[in-house]
Each structure stands twice: as C-alpha cells, then as structure tokens.
C-alpha cells in the first residue's frame, strides 16, 4: 500500500507541474519552444539534482549501463522503425531556423522526455518492482497514460484525445517493459525525446493510417517483450530453484 501511495504522488507531482505548465502557455499564448514548457523547467532541474547527488537512485534508475550493447541496439531496432514511419507519415520536419529546431529537440529531450522516463520508467518501476514486475510495468502506464488526458483541457477533441491516450499506454507498455528486460533508460529518453520533437516539428499532420500502423507495432512489440520477461522470469525461477 505504501509503494502505491508514493506512485500516486508522484502522478500527482507531474499532473501538478503539467497543469501549472499548460496554464502559463494559455495566459501568456506564447509559441516559443522554450517558452511553452518553462513551468517544467524547476522540475527537471530538481529531478537532475536529485540524481547528481543520490548515487543509490541513479544506480537503481540505470541510466546509462547496459549488460550488452549488441542487446540494446537490437532492442532499439522497432524504436527505431517507429521514429521513421512517424518522420515519413509527418511529411518530414519543418525545419526553418536550426537555432529554433536545436532548441526544440533539446527541451523535448533534457526537459519534458527527461521528467517522463524517469518519473514512469523510472521511479515507479522501481517503487513497484517488489509488488511484481508486470504490475509496475502496468501501473506506470496507465498512469503515463491518464498524463495524456490533460489534453482535454487544452482544448483537443475526445476522438484525439482517446487516441493520444492509446498511443501513450502502448508506447508506455514497450518502454515499461524495455526498462524491466534491463535496458538503461537513456534508450528511452532518446526515443521519447526524438518522437515528441518529430510530432512538434511536423511539416504536416500525419495520416491516421501511420498512426495505427504505429499502434500495431507498439502493440505487438509489447506482446513481444512481455514474452521475453516472463521466459526470462521462469529461467531465473528454475535456476534459482537448482541453485
């Protein structure tokens, strides 16, 4: 009951800072890149603080090691594929002024991506892992998510928005999951990061048949890893068992 207080916190913490964030933006109607996420800036900077001086929680995080390079690439291949077919179905990126595009890809990845992985990907996971790996898995994104919802207020129309929210769970459901099979979290950072920067960037708006081609792979990536983890938690049981 504990773990899931703190997890219900820490929703709270981000839904909190979002809708603070979301408010500033319609007040002020600002269009800049920076700008538009400046209520999230003191909470990525205490996240960063507090893994700069907590080794126990940036080792229990895994931020960057991983047992096998060769392993993560292969892992990252359909991240990868996803991040293509989003370019493609988005006409490419509206580049413009690169200043504009830097600033862009380095607040969706060291500002809103950042505080996402490590608040679902990371720390739920690791305040759950005891209640069971798949309910943290599980549990984190729905949690990532219900986050979504908040487009709502903003404005977007259900239909969007439920998809938006489909779109979240699955692609919460593979990152949970690459987390749980060891992989570091700057894997999904990156990927996070870059996806939110495509979608920004847009040089239009994407057919919905690249959005569900998108929902598939997700889908069956998940089905994939969640096999992958359970074979790997019955190895470990048996070899427990023998030792």
Do not use: C, W
């Not at 999230?40 to 507090?50: C, D, E, S, T």
């Not at 991240?79 to 607040?107: E, P, Q, R, W």
């Not at 487009?151 to 977007?156: I, N, P, V, W």
């Amino acid at each position: 009951m504990k773990q899931f207080l703190k997890v219900i916190g820490l929703e709270f913490l981000v839904l909190a800072f979002f809708i603070v964030n979301g408010a500033y933006v319609s007040i002020t109607s600002t269009n800049d890149p920076f700008l538009s996420y400046l209520g999230l800036v003191p909470f990525a900077l205490m996240l960063y603080g507090f893994l700069l001086f907590s080794k126990k929680s940036r080792t229990a995080l895994n931020l960057f090691s991983t047992r096998s390079v060769k392993e993560t690439l292969l892992y990252s291949m359909p991240l990868l594929i996803i991040l293509i077919i989003l370019y493609i179905g988005n006409g490419g990126l509206s580049l413009g002024d690169y200043s504009n595009v830097i600033l862009v890809m380095i607040t969706n990845i060291l500002i809103i991506a950042f505080i996402e992985e490590v608040i679902y990907r990371g720390f739920m996971i690791s305040v759950l892992r005891e209640n069971g790996i798949i309910l943290a898995v599980t549990v984190s994104s729905l949690l990532f998510a219900i986050t979504h919802s908040l487009q709502l207020l903003g404005g977007q129309d259900l239909l969007s928005t439920i998809i938006q929210i489909s779109y979240a769970f699955s692609t919460g459901m593979v990152l949970a999951l690459l987390i749980a099979l060891g992989q570091p979290l700057i894997v999904t950072i990156l990927f996070h990061g870059i996806n939110n920067t495509f979608i920004v960037l847009a040089s239009k708006d994407g057919d919905d048949i690249f959005t569900f081609v998108i929902l598939a792979i997700l889908v069956t990536y998940s089905i994939f890893l969640y096999k992958k983890l359970k074979s790997s938690q019955q190895h470990n049981h048996i070899y427990s068992l023998e030792n």
